[in-house]
């Protein structure tokens, strides 16, 4: 893979991270699902996910209960190879309260990617919520 190949790859996870953030925010629930692979895992709130109808069902309780904004930052990304890749990407996430958007979590999201014929996919996300230092 040469320098553009890879530039071209690291971007287009990027904009995988960003849409995973918008469909949610948006409740895009079926697009949401789609950046998935069909038998992709995911670790959420300590529940083990695995395959895009346990994605869609947890993904759709959690936009039913509450408006929510994720900001997502610091991206990292590695290529393994021209179709594997791995990284992590850090997260606000805010909650419409009486009006108000109100800090309800800062989690780190852990990712395998994949690429297939529609493009890259998460394989894996791992959601770590770990609670703030004092």
Known sequence: MDEIQQLVAENEI???VAR?????DDTRLEEWTA?????????????PLEGR?????WITGVTST???RHIMGGVTVSLDSATEAHGAADMILLAAV????????APRYVDR?????????FAERILEDRPAAV
Request: proline content about 2%; glycine content about 10%.
């Open 14 to 16: 990027r904009n995988l």
């Open 20 to 24: 995973y953030a918008q469909y949610t």
């Open 35 to 47: 950046l998935f692979v069909e038998d992709a895992r995911m670790k959420a709130q300590g529940r």
């Open 53 to 57: 109808p346990a994605l869609t069902e």
């Open 66 to 68: 509450m408006k929510l």
């Open 98 to 105: 009486e009006g108000s958007w109100v800090l309800v979590g």
């Open 113 to 121: 990617y994949v690429k297939t014929d529609g493009g890259w996919r």
